[in-house]
């Protein structure tokens, strides 16, 4: 084999072994999985919160946090007055975010919190003139590769 016949099997070689590099195997998937565990918590009113994965069509996945509340937790209002609230504060105490509850039906409760991965800990208060209920959650997504399975 002469030196111009080696360079060619040598660049062709090459090429394939970068593009054998590039993507993923069809037979693992990565998966996002979050845990989230209660610190606090002191009256029931919010019986619930969790963070979890939402992948919207366009995006990549967000964490969602979601707050329950109790079936009695929002007092009546006069009409057209605003409810109340539940707020989200970090470690400082400096607001993150704020849902407002203008329903008196409303137990479910959800804001993205962010692009994944994410680990964090929140203070979670319902709020009607003062604090009614509060809870103190940590949480961590983290991406998981594993085996992919079929239904």
């Given at each position: 084999?002469?030196?111009?016949?080696?360079?060619s099997a040598a660049m062709g070689a090459g090429?394939?072994?970068?593009?054998?590099?590039?993507?993923?195997?069809?037979s693992n998937q990565q998966t996002i999985e979050c845990n989230t565990v209660v610190r606090e918590s002191s009256d029931g009113q919010i019986q619930q919160a969790t963070v979890t994965t939402r992948?919207?069509?366009?995006d990549g996945p967000l964490a969602e946090l979601e707050v329950i509340l109790a079936a009695d937790a929002i007092p009546e209002a006069p009409q057209g007055a605003r409810h109340g609230s539940i707020e989200i504060t970090d470690t400082r105490g400096e607001?993150?975010?704020?849902?407002?509850?203008?329903?008196?039906t409303q137990r479910s409760s959800a804001i993205a919190i962010g692009?994944?991965?994410q680990h964090g800990r929140y203070r979670i208060t319902l709020q009607?003139?003062?604090?009614?209920?509060?809870?103190?959650?940590?949480?961590?997504?983290?991406?998981q590769t594993g085996e992919a399975t079929t239904d």
């Open positions: 084999m002469n030196r111009r016949e080696f360079g090429t394939a072994l970068v593009a054998g590099c590039q993507g993923t195997s069809s992948r919207p069509p366009d607001l993150l975010y704020e849902i407002p509850i203008d329903d008196p692009p994944q991965p009607f003139g003062e604090v009614v209920d509060e809870l103190q959650i940590d949480f961590t997504c983290r991406f």
